[in-house]
């Protein structure tokens, strides 16, 4: 099992104030003879805004010298995860969480903005120190 992001628990409490009940902490996705882990899984009550909502949540820091390097990664293990996801349990949503900063200096480049739309990335933007949600961007 993998080790936890730095921010996990930041970034798991934010979607519990917001109402989420996390579901799975790691969410496992098994699909023939690939097993991975995602960070969490989490639902809304069917009352709630986001109504019966399956969220599966991948947390990344963006600590490395390299943001573009983090983003990569990230890029491919949210897509990885996604189109996996797809094939085990249509009902979830992938979000990638992200602390704010990493937002407003790196995801607000316009090469990374175009490169998000281009492969539907979503993502939640958190604010880490108040472990509150900033912007859910879809």
Avoid: C
């Avoid at 249509?90 to 790196?106: M, R, V």
């Amino acid at each position: 099992m993998p080790a936890k992001d730095t921010y996990h628990d930041a970034v798991k409490n934010a979607l519990i104030k917001e109402g989420w009940t996390i579901t799975a902490d790691p969410y496992r996705i098994k699909y023939k003879d690939a097993e991975l882990f995602a960070d969490l899984a989490a639902e809304k009550p069917i009352a709630a805004e986001r109504s019966g909502h399956k969220i599966v949540v991948e947390i990344k820091s963006f600590l490395s010298p390299s943001p573009m390097r983090d983003f990569e990664v990230a890029l491919g293990q949210y897509i990885l995860y996604r189109d996996l996801i797809k094939l085990t349990e249509p009902e979830y949503t992938i979000y990638l969480a992200i602390k704010d900063g990493i937002y407003l200096n790196f995801f607000e480049r316009d090469s990374i903005k175009e490169i998000t739309k281009i492969n539907q990335l979503l993502l939640i933007v958190v604010d880490m120190e108040k472990e509150e949600i900033v912007e859910w961007i879809s």
